[in-house]
């Protein structure tokens, strides 16, 4: 065999080696995910939520990151609030911990699970907001530095810390008020317009649509009366708003509002989502 024959078939074996590294490096990093578990969970260390201190409120800028006028997430466009200034809802609330521990958030900054933090699809990142369980009555005071939670029963997204503190970590989720603070105006300890006492006082819905034509909330109304089984259908009118609102129940869970809000779903009405009331 010539020489120049010989180094022709090594140059080959160096190309053909080269190939695969790089293709075992590519599978390899197609299986990997950005997060080190694949399930979400509590870490091994627990926090006494006597001994949690609340965020302090303080005034700052509007982070460099996740605060464009509007962005898109599974399909579904979400607009920023250009405040949070008299932000107030009731809804469900969920929490993250140990999978997310570590990585990013969408304003930049680390994500602390033991940190008092939370993820808001549309207030301006940062912001700062008090959170009470409405059927405990604790309450904990949060910064908002992320996006989320993308499931549309649920209205904020807490960090372990938080969730401990508001004592919702062993069922997942809760039923809770968010209320924006302005931090230029905010004491510790000051009072704040408190929900009714816990226990009862709230109730969950799945809301099927919102109108500003009472003739279509009640063409949406008679079509849903055939259709939600026993939940009775109730259509109602909010003048701060003026919308007319379509809302199933009361239900008596969140896994049954969930399950009823995935069947108005898949009829084919857009956007289906539990409300607290």
């Given at each position: 065999?010539?020489?120049?024959?010989?180094?022709?078939?090594?140059?080959?074996?160096?190309?053909?080696?080269?190939?695969?590294?790089?293709?075992?490096?590519?599978?390899?990093?197609?299986?990997?995910?950005?997060?080190?578990?694949?399930?979400?969970?509590?870490?091994?260390?627990?926090?006494?939520?006597?001994?949690?201190?609340?965020?302090?409120?303080?005034?700052?800028?509007?982070?460099?990151?996740?605060?464009?006028?509007?962005?898109?997430?599974?399909?579904?466009?979400?607009?920023?609030?250009?405040?949070?200034?008299?932000?107030?809802?009731?809804?469900?609330?969920?929490?993250?911990?140990?999978k997310f521990h570590g990585h990013r958030t969408s304003s930049?900054?680390?994500?602390?699970?033991?940190?008092?933090?939370?993820?808001?699809?549309?207030?301006?990142?940062?912001?700062?907001?008090?959170?009470?369980?409405?059927?405990?009555?604790?309450?904990?005071?949060?910064?908002?530095?992320?996006?989320?939670?993308?499931?549309?029963?649920?209205?904020?997204?807490?960090?372990?810390?938080?969730?401990?503190?508001?004592?919702?970590?062993?069922?997942?989720?809760?039923?809770?008020?968010?209320?924006?603070?302005?931090?230029?105006?905010?004491?510790?300890?000051?009072?704040?317009?408190?929900?009714?006492?816990?226990?009862?006082?709230?109730?969950?819905?799945?809301?099927?649509?919102?109108?500003?034509?009472?003739?279509?909330?009640?063409?949406?109304?008679?079509?849903?009366?055939?259709?939600?089984?026993?939940?009775?259908?109730?259509?109602?009118?909010?003048?701060?708003?003026?919308?007319?609102?379509?809302?199933?129940?009361?239900?008596?869970?969140?896994?049954?509002?969930?399950?009823?809000?995935?069947?108005?779903?898949?009829?084919?009405?857009?956007?289906?989502?539990?409300?607290?009331?």
């Amino acid at each position: 065999m010539s020489p120049w024959r010989s180094l022709t078939m090594l140059r080959r074996t160096h190309i053909s080696l080269a190939l695969l590294l790089l293709l075992s490096l590519f599978l390899s990093a197609c299986s990997t995910s950005r997060y080190s578990r694949a399930v979400d969970g509590a870490p091994s260390r627990s926090l006494d939520p006597d001994r949690i201190a609340d965020a302090v409120p303080r005034s700052e800028p509007r982070s460099r990151y996740g605060n464009p006028a509007s962005y898109v997430e599974r399909g579904r466009r979400y607009t920023v609030m250009q405040s949070a200034r008299g932000y107030v809802e009731r809804g469900v609330a969920s929490w993250y911990g140990a999978k997310f521990h570590g990585h990013r958030t969408s304003s930049g900054e680390t994500y602390d699970m033991y940190a008092m933090t939370a993820a808001h699809r549309t207030l301006p990142l940062p912001s700062y907001v008090l959170v009470t369980n409405l059927e405990n009555n604790r309450r904990a005071v949060v910064r908002v530095n992320d996006r989320g939670p993308f499931h549309d029963n649920r209205i904020i997204d807490l960090s372990y810390a938080a969730a401990v503190k508001l004592g919702i970590t062993a069922t997942g989720t809760g039923m809770v008020e968010v209320r924006a603070i302005d931090p230029d105006s905010w004491r510790p300890g000051q009072p704040v317009p408190s929900p009714a006492p816990a226990g009862g006082s709230y109730r969950l819905y799945v809301q099927a649509g919102a109108f500003t034509s009472r003739v279509n909330a009640e063409r949406l109304k008679h079509r849903l009366d055939s259709i939600a089984g026993h939940h009775p259908v109730h259509m109602r009118f909010s003048s701060t708003d003026r919308l007319y609102r379509v809302h199933i129940g009361p239900v008596s869970s969140v896994e049954a509002a969930d399950r009823l809000a995935e069947r108005i779903s898949a009829l084919g009405i857009a956007r289906a989502h539990v409300v607290v009331d």
